[in-house]
Structures are given as C-alpha cells and as structure tokens.
C-alpha cells in the first residue's frame, strides 16, 4: 500500500521527533512514551516507506541507524507483506544503500548488511536461487568503482557473516528452514574460498577479522573440518597477531568443540598437531603472566582435550600417544599457573572439568583399557596431585588482605571447586593418592622444616576432599595421618580445616573406634573456643551420626556435658548450638528411654521456660528471632531424639512435646507472621514423624485440636500440610479415629468455604488442601467418605482445580483423582460420584491437555486417564468417545479422525502408563499447534 507523500512525511517528523526525545530527552516518562511509539511504528505498513525517509544522507546517524533497524525488522518479521513483484526492487535498493554508506556511519551500513542477509534468506531459493554467489559478485563488482578499499569487503564478509546467524534466529517453518539449510550448504565452498582470500597478510587487519566472524559463524551453521584444510593454517597464523588473537582463538574453540570432528580423525590428529605448536607461547604467557594469552591459549587446549577424550585415549600409533600426552601435561601446566586465583591467573579454572571427564572416561571402559591408562596417565594425575595442593593453599597474609570481598568469595568457591577436582583424582588412584596426601602432610610435619600454616591446612583440606570415596576398612594411612595431628602447628585456620577432616570420616571411624576414642577430646575441647565452635560442632554432629552406637556410656556422658555447657554459654551462635542440640538428640537416642527423659528434660528446660516466656509477649522484630531460635531448637531435637527402641517408659520427644505445648497453643498472634509458622508447622510435624505410634490419645486429640483451631481462625497451606502429616500418620489407628474424623471435617469445611469465595486467590492452599485429601485417602478412605465429609464438593473442587494455570495446584488434583480412583475399588460412594461425575471429569482432563493447563502438566493429566482406563476402559472409552463428538472440542487444530486415533490409544494404553503419556502428549502438541506431523497412534 502506498501513502501520500505528505502523511509520510508528517510520520517522518514525528518519527525524529520521538528519537531526539529517547536519545536526549530528560524525563524518563517521556523518553518511555517515545520508545513504544517507535515500536508501534516498526509494526506498521507505513514503516516499509518510512525506512528509507530515514536513511537519507542528510540525517543524524541515531535516525538512519532506526531506519536500518526497522528495515530489518520488517523484512525478518512481515515479510508476508511483501508482494512477489516488489522482490528485485527491494534487493536493488538495498545494495544501493550498503554502497551508499560504505564511507559511514559504520552502524547503519552493519545494519544494512544484517537487513540484506535476512533479505537473503527469505528470498532463497525460490526467488533469489545462487544468493550467496550474487552477493559475492555484486560486492566484487562494485568494489572496482569504490574508494572506499577497506570497508567494501568487510560489508560483503559480514552480509556472509549474517547469514548463518539469521538462519538459526529466524523463525522458519521446519520445511522452509530445511531448505534454507540445503541452499547455505550449497554457498559453502564460495564462502570458504572468500574467506582464504581475505584471511592472507596482505590484507589490512580489519578484513582479515571479519574474515575469521564470518568463518566462525558458518563453523557454528554446520561446516566441518575437513572443509577447512586450507584455511586452518591462516586461522593459526592470524592467532599470533595480537589484534586479531581473541577473534582467532574464538574460532579455533569452535573448530575443536564442533560435533562433526568425531567423524574425521585424521583431521583431527592434523588438529591436535597445530594446536600443540601453540604450546611455547603458552608456556611463555603462564610465566610471564599475561593473563589474556594465557587464558585464551587455555580456552583452546581444554576445548580440544574435552571435547575429544575419546580421540586421545584412542591413540593408535606411538607417536599419537605422545601427542595425547602432550596434550595432558600441557593443561597440567595451565592448572598450576602461578599467581593466585582470581587476582594473578585465571587459567586453572578452566581446567578442572577435564580431569573430571579424563576420569570418568578412562573409568568406564573396558578393564584391560582402564589399566593401561592408568599406567600412562596415573602419574600424571599424581602430579595433579601435587600441583592441587599448591593452588588451594591461602594467600600470605600480605596478599589475602588485598583481595576485595568479591575476590575472596570467588577464592572460597575455587577452593571447593579443587576439593571436588581432587575426589576425580582419588576415584582414579586411590590408594596412591591417599598415600601421596600423606606423604606431603608428614613430610610438612617432619620437623626438617618449618611449614607454613597455609601449606598444612591446604593439605588436611584435600584429606578431607577425598573422605567420602575412602573405604571405612582402609588401615594403612588414616591412622597414619590421624597420628600427625598433635603435630600440627597452631593456627585457627589449621585447627578448624583438621577438625572438619576428622569429622569427614565419621563413617572410617565408626569401624575403627579405638581412633575415634582418640580424636574426640580434641572435637569436644573445641566446642569452647570461639574460633573452633563452628568446625567442631560440624566435625561433632558428624561423629554422633555415625558413631554413638559404639561409644561407651561414659564417653556419652562426657559428649552431653559438654554440649549442655555449650549451650548454656555465650561463646556459641545460634546455628552452632542448633549443631548442639543435635549431637545431644543422637546421643539421648541410644540411652535407656527413662534416663534419656530426664536428661532431655533438664538439658532443655532453659528453652521450655524461654520458649513460655516469649509467646505470651505481642509480636516485634527484636522478639522475633528468639523465638524462631527457641522452635528451630525443638524443630531438630524432634528430629534426632528417636530411640531404636521404647521400653514401658513413654518416648522422650513425646514427653518433651507434651512440656512445650502449652506454648504451642498459646502462639496464635505469632502464626500471622509466615517465618514463625512455618517453624511451628515443621515443630510439630517432625515431632509426629518421630514419635510416631508411640503418641497417647491425649496428645493426638490436643495435636488435632491445636492444629483445627489455628487452621479455622487463619487457613494456610504449612497447617494444611501439617494437618496431612497427622491425618497420613494416625488415619488408620482405630483409638485416633474420632480425633481424625475432626481433622478432616473441619479442615474440609472450612477450606472449600474459603476456596467457594476466592477461589484462584489462594492456590497454596489449594495445593495444600487437595494433597491433604489424598493423604486421608491413602491412610482412611471411610474419612472422605463419611456422610458428613463432602466428598461430592471435594470432587467438585477437584474439577476446578484442573482449570488453573499453576502447575503444582494441578499436579496436586491430579493426584487426588488419582486416588479417589483408586479408592474406588473398595468403596461404593466413590463409585456413585465418579459415575456421576466422571463426563465432567474426563472433559476437564482433555481440556487441560489440549491447552488449559502448562504443558508440563500433561503427564499428570495422563496419570488420571491411566487410573481411569484401569478402573474401568469401557467407561472411559464411552464418556471420551462422547466429548470428542463436540465440534470445535478441545481444539479447532484437530480433526475427528485425530481425536478418534487419540481415544484408540489412550483405551488401548491399558496397564502400560508409558503409552499413554506419550499420546496424550502427542495430542496436547496437536491440540496446541505445535506438533509438525499428522499424528499416529
């Protein structure tokens, strides 16, 4: 469509007026105003007219830059606009304007180059065939009128360079894009030998880095290596000018990490050898410390390594081993880089994915192979070894202090980052590398020397790195090392790192506790030094986990006075007495049940009182957090306080409930606050989980009832799940039954009361209420289905909850229908429902999969068609044959045929789940427009 001259040029000043606004206007509600009006316009059929107005000459570059934009932009986007007769038009007009700012502004002619490459793309083949051949003859062509010597092939290089690029941006229908495929694949060979053309050193440097994008991107489309024979040695000539390093290394990476290399072997040992040739000047730049070499150097010799492991380990003649080896103590020598990371060198961490992938492959292949590797590449990792202990070691002091706090955070996590390195050389030597650990810490120790403290504590740390994978019946070096302890130097860092790699092999202890006897006094001495409390409770909490079955009643004792002193001191912080308590639950949990009472009474009767005290006052934020303190304590003794075994005695975390739940009933003004709630809800239900059937009707019925009244006054989704614990728990107990059936009732009406009126304001509850329902259903069916329960309503909230855009309110229905049938089977008033309602259930399943719900909601929606067809396939097959008679029902993208094919499949998925989620997923992506073929049962 054409429009007057003079509307254009009225949308022309408008146009500027509103850049001048967002480039240099002051408010930002009005530069905010502009810029959606600029976008509106980008949308609009004037803007085909409009973006040449934009270009002329004698405009500011931000206005010809939006006018190159826009071009672009309507060729990418509404291209259907076009006619097919105004094709050549455009194409000529904008090889007009690439030559027409070939001498600037340089952004409107990149623009102008990334217009032309979409340009391309949506006219090839049909309309446009050998594309890719005009340009590059269109650009030659013109360059023997041009002046401008430089800049005429970087336009025709980044033209080539777009292409690609657009391709893979573009939003192409699978058959058009595959097309488009087949025609670049064919550009292919003119590209290249462009390319080599300008990649030469006679060319000026600019060119010759485009060249290399414009390599890369099609190296990234999909051109192998073996299309590159030629060109690779200017790729690793180019790498050695400094100008045009980042760009060269950027496309090397690429080259080495394409998939396609696998295929060509050969060309990938001619790879290996270039790349090894860039060894010296690694080695140069990691001395020097020039860190950007260096680290991109590296980029190119762990991209090689990592990416074909299997290459290397494949070596077939001797002197492709040599070159694999090579390769290897080439990155050994990028990971001990000297200087200190992140300050001084950069490069080790790029490394250690390697050892972790040389590793695990030389682990998983056949024994004979894994062998003969383990010889070649065995003490290599040794040297790792070593050179690993160096790079996790502090800083001096000196040094340290001048790290920024962003430095030494990133120090912290590269440190983990080594002890993790460090357990994929353990799973490779083992036994040696245990041994090379110890050596180096006896050798430290030896009194020859006077170590450092960073070099000791840097070793325990890879001691204790490796603990998890070190075999509980080891007795050659763990006793060795534990004897080296008393030798340590004294230092706060030393002393917490020993302390935390003791603590690490609780399990080793454990089959050995003569040590255990040894090493405990030290963890325990600990608990009352400020600097130690943390690692010693840590190393603590380890040992009672593991190991309080095999200690002696006086060393328990000696373990719970402690920890009482501990917690009645102020040398503690809090996380550090939550460590505490439980060491005490562990050690309370294999006493006798009455001592173990008493003890648990008088050690935490100072919280029982504080606890009593806090709830009475009204909410504040100073009070707040003691409070949480005070649950959190009881929160973890609930949870470790569990004795293997109850004598006649009632169970400790039953007696300790019952001191504490006057409190617990007196917190209601304190449940507003969702912290302090949650703390409560996760107090009671790990008390539940751990005393499990050793709570009296006392308790259960005051539990019920605490929970029922707070649920009442203020619902909320962590009673709700508290309530599903007690109900999941004493559902089936037939002296908790009343007290059970008063959950669910109460719970049930109060909630669909709540959910009747706002209903989609609340989906936690929702999600809540409805797992609560299938808990009840698991643990007591004859709870939902009593006369007075509402199951009909619970149905019918069900059916809506399949009707909402959060995926786990839907997950949670889907699992209740699941359940109720389930339930189904035994019971007749489930049976009378799902008869009743079960049309309503089916159309809302089919609905939800044909696109009323997420998408990844569609498995659980295949869960309750799956419950269905096994509860009965001829009623399903006949409510699902019913529905898809509707026209127009789920979906207008499906016909009659597909929605029959789909219920032949889902009723013949009978006792196979897998099947019919793959149709209904099958069919959610038909229903939805997304599924590109014709479907097939």
Same mark, same amino acid.
């Given at each position: ?141 013109? +360059?023997?009128? *041009? ?21 893979? *941006? ?46 890369? *991107?099609?190296?990234?489309? &999909? ?137 695990? !492959? ?13 010889? =070649?590449? &065995?003490?290599?990792?040794? $040297? ?34 080594? +002890? ?26 030896? &009194? ?76 325990? &001495? ?62 309370? $949990? ?24 806090? =709830?009475?006052?009204?909410? @504040? ?23 293997? $075994? ?42 539940? @989980? ?32 508290? +309530? @599903? ?38 989906? !936690? ?41 959060? @995926?786990?309110?839907?997950?949670? +229905? ?31 399943? =089919? ?46 993208? =499906? ?43």
């Amino acid at each position: 469509m054409n429009f007057s001259e003079e509307e254009l040029q009225r949308l022309l000043l408008h146009c500027e007026q509103a850049l001048l606004t967002l480039y240099g206007g002051q408010n930002r509600g009005d530069r905010d105003v502009a810029h959606k009006w600029l976008l509106t316009t980008q949308k609009s059929q004037q803007a085909w007219q409009l973006c040449w107005r934009l270009m002329q000459r004698d405009k500011a570059p931000e206005i010809q830059f939006f006018g190159a934009s826009t071009l672009h932009f309507k060729i990418s986007k509404h291209w259907n606009d076009l006619q097919e007769e105004h094709y050549n038009d455009l194409r000529s007009e904008l090889f007009k304007h690439i030559f027409m700012f070939l001498s600037g502004p340089r952004i409107v002619l990149t623009r102008l180059c990334i217009a032309l490459g979409a340009f391309a793309l949506n006219a090839m083949p049909d309309h446009w065939s050998n594309a890719i051949n005009d340009i590059i003859t269109t650009f030659q062509n013109a +360059a023997t009128s *041009s002046s401008q010597g430089e800049v005429w092939p970087i336009s025709m290089l980044e033209t080539l360079t777009v292409l690609p690029e657009e391709f893979h *941006s573009g939003d192409f229908l699978p058959g058009r894009k595959q097309a488009l495929r087949g025609e670049l694949n064919c550009g292919v060979p003119q590209v290249i030998q462009v390319v080599q053309e300008y990649l030469s050193p006679s060319h000026p440097v600019q060119v010759r880095q485009q060249a290399l994008k414009c390599l890369t *991107s099609w190296v990234q489309f &999909g051109v192998r290596i073996v299309d590159l024979a030629n060109a690779l040695p200017m790729v690793f000539d180019s790498i050695q000018n400094p100008e045009l390093f980042d760009t060269s290394v950027d496309l090397i990476v690429e080259i080495a990490t394409h998939p396609s290399g696998t295929s060509y072997p050969a060309h990938m040992w001619k790879f290996v050898t270039d790349v090894l040739l860039l060894g010296d000047p690694l080695r140069t730049a990691l001395q020097s410390g020039d860190m950007d070499t260096s680290q991109g150097l590296c980029r190119v010799v762990v991209s090689l390594a990592e990416t074909h492991m299997t290459l290397l380990l494949s070596a077939d003649t001797e002197e492709r081993e040599l070159q694999a080896f090579t390769l290897v103590q080439l990155i050994l020598e990028c990971t001990g880089a000297q200087g200190w990371y992140p300050v001084d060198e950069q490069c080790s961490e790029m490394t250690f994915n390697f050892w972790y992938t040389l590793q695990d !492959d030389i682990t998983n292949e056949e024994p004979s192979l894994t062998e003969k590797h383990k010889n =070649v590449y &065995g003490p290599v990792m040794l $040297s790792l070894c070593q050179v690993l202990t160096r790079k996790v070691q502090y800083p001096p002091e000196n040094t340290w202090q001048g790290f920024s706090t962003d430095e030494k955070e990133r120090f912290r996590c590269y440190r983990q980052d080594i +002890a993790d390195t460090m357990m994929y050389v353990f799973c490779l030597l083992r036994g040696h590398c245990l041994q090379q650990l110890y050596h180096i810490l006896s050798t430290l120790l030896s &009194g020859e020397t006077n170590p450092s403290w960073q070099s000791v504590d840097a070793t325990l740390y890879l001691i204790q790195a490796v603990s998890e994978y070190v075999n509980p019946n080891e007795e050659s070096y763990v006793p060795a090392i534990l004897s080296l302890l008393p030798r340590l130097p004294d230092h706060p860092y030393v002393s917490q790192t020993a302390l935390l790699m003791v603590g690490s092999y609780s399990e080793w202890l454990k089959c050995h506790p003569d040590h255990l006897r040894s090493v405990l006094p030290v963890l325990l &001495g600990g608990l009352s030094q400020e600097q130690l409390a943390s690692a010693s409770t840590q190393a603590l909490r380890g040992v009672c986990e593991e190991c309080v079955q095999d200690l002696e009643p006086g060393t328990l004792m000696e373990i719970l006075s402690h920890c009482q002193a501990a917690l009645s001191g102020a040398v503690m912080k809090e996380r550090e007495k939550i460590r505490c308590v439980e060491c005490i639950g562990h050690v309370l $949990s294999v006493q006798d049940t009455s001592p173990a009472t008493q003890q648990a009474r008088a050690i935490f009767n100072p919280y029982m009182e504080g606890l009593a005290r806090l =709830v009475q006052h009204q909410v @504040s934020p100073e009070l707040k957090a003691s409070l949480q303190f005070h649950l959190q304590v009881f929160v973890v003794l609930f949870k470790c306080l569990d004795p293997d $075994s109850i004598d006649n005695s009632p169970h400790p975390a039953a007696v300790v409930l019952s001191d504490i739940f006057q409190s617990l009933k007196s917190m209601e003004h304190w449940l507003q606050d969702s912290q302090i709630q949650q703390s409560f809800c996760l107090c009671l239900e790990r008390a539940i @989980s751990t005393i499990r059937d050793h709570m009296g009707v006392t308790l259960v019925s005051g539990l019920a009832e605490l929970i029922v009244g707070y649920y009442s006054s203020s619902p909320n989704s962590g009673l709700l799940d508290s +309530a @599903s614990t007690l109900v999941g728990m004493y559902g089936m107990v037939d002296e908790h039954n009343q007290s059970m059936l008063f959950v669910f009732q109460r719970i049930t009406s109060c909630t669909l009361q709540l959910l009747q009126s706002n209903f989609r304001e609340h989906p !936690d509850i929702l999600q809540s209420f409805l797992h609560f329902v299938s808990r009840s259903l698991k643990s007591n069916p004859k709870l939902v289905f009593e006369a007075e329960s509402r199951h009909v309503n619970i149905f019918q909230c069900g059916l809506a909850a399949l009707d909402v855009q959060e @995926s786990h309110a839907v997950r949670a +229905a889907c699992s209740f229908f699941s359940n109720f049938i389930t339930a189904c089977e035994d019971q007749e008033t489930p049976r009378t429902t799902l008869s009743e309602y079960g049309p309503y259930l089916v159309s809302q399943v =089919v609905k939800g999969i044909a696109g009323g719900v997420p998408r990844q909601c569609t498995d659980y929606m295949a869960e309750v068609l799956f419950a269905l067809n096994n509860r009965d396939v001829s009623l399903l097959s006949r409510w699902l044959q019913d529905i898809m008679q509707v026209e127009g029902f789920p979906s207008n993208l =499906v016909t009659l045929t597909q929605k029959q094919q789909f219920v032949t499949a889902v009723v013949r998925g009978k006792a196979h789940r897998r099947r019919v989620k793959d149709s209904v997923k099958e069919f959610s992506l038909l229903c939805r427009g997304l599924y590109g073929t014709t479907y097939a049962s």
